[in-house]
């Protein structure tokens, strides 16, 4: 990038703060802010924001620096694309939303857009030309220049895929064991069930404990006491008590909705965390699907 422009002075300026920016002197091309110590060979995040990291040191009119703004914050979130003409068909299309300005067919002159008008002898006054020349050549190269080109080690890919296997198990467990526990529970005959005895088999090892709680517990239905298997309960601290179960075949099952909602709300998390990256790859594909 150049350093100066034909007056001596800094030909372009630090988004961030506006001060000019510097050669790097080890670092043929690069320039810096002296202020923010920002580089513009630093990698951005890989949407088309990266292109606004520098401006120009001179605009074309007053309305021309607020256009940026509301540019920039419809673009933030465009995933770069791979090449400088597909990057700028994005860039330029965007204009278009933003300002109702077409900078391939309008023409160079200025044209007024009221909602940039923010007080001035140009105010509101967009430059079609300094946009041709100047802007949207600048935002392609800054932020086809920083699109990160790097790919993820392998030792990373495989750690992230164990950690999805991970995370994805713990959300098929929790939530389809809190929705079994959940359907247990509503379907079958409601009764009184009075919790006799729970006893416990299996033992503790490190990888794969094997503990188990089997409980009784006796009912009356259809006026004829029944006894049989009672699950989903607290085990061993409902002997003794009577409890509402739902009664299919000959078991019954506890009606208490602490332990499938605790087995959910653990699981809800973990399901976010996975979904999270999806739903914000599908939003930065959304727009670029919609042209």
């Known amino acids: ?18 001060t000019g920016l510097e050669a790097v002197p080890d670092a043929p091309g690069v320039l810096r802010c002296p202020t923010c110590g920002h580089r513009t060979d630093a990698p951005g995040r890989g949407t088309l924001a990266d292109g606004f990291d520098v401006i120009h040191r001179q605009w074309g009119l007053l309305g021309d620096p607020h256009v940026w703004e509301a540019l920039r914050d419809a673009l933030a979130e465009e995933v770069t694309p791979g090449s400088p003409d597909a990057a ?14 077409d900078v391939d067919s309008d023409g160079p002159a200025p044209v007024p857009r009221e909602q940039f008008a923010h ?26 220049a920083r699109r990160p080109t790097s790919t993820p080690p392998k030792s990373s890919l495989v750690t992230s895929i164990l950690v999805w ?7 098929a467990g ?27 088999s299996g033992n503790w090892s490190r990888y794969a404990p094997t503990v188990r709680e089997d409980c009784v517990a006796e009912w009356t239905l259809d006026g004829a006491t029944v ?14 008590k009577t409890v509402d179960a739902t009664v299919r ?24 965390i996975l979904v999270a ?9 959304e727009p670029a699907a919609a042209r």
């Open 1 to 18: 990038m150049e350093t100066v422009d034909s007056y001596g002075m800094s030909a372009y300026s630090c988004a961030a703060d506006g």
């Open 227 to 240: 006894v049989g298997g009672f699950n989903a309960g607290s085990g061993s601290p409902d002997v003794g």
């Open 119 to 144: 007080g001035g002898m140009s105010s509101g006054m967009v430059d079609v030309g300094w946009w041709h020349d100047k802007g949207v050549p600048l935002i392609v190269e800054r932020a086809v």
């Open 88 to 101: 700028r068909v994005v860039v330029v299309d965007g204009l278009r939303r933003v300002a109702d300005i």
């Open 165 to 171: 296997l991970v995370l994805g198990g713990i959300v």
């Open 249 to 272: 075949g000959d078991t019954a099952y506890s009606r208490s909705l602490v332990l499938p909602v605790v087995l959910i709300a653990l699981g809800l998390p973990f399901l976010l």
């Open 174 to 200: 929790t939530l389809v064991a809190g929705s079994w526990l959940l359907y247990q529970r509503a379907v079958g005959t409601p009764v009184q069930a009075t919790v006799l005895a729970c006893e416990t």
């Open 277 to 285: 990256p999806l739903v914000r790859r599908m939003r930065g594909r």
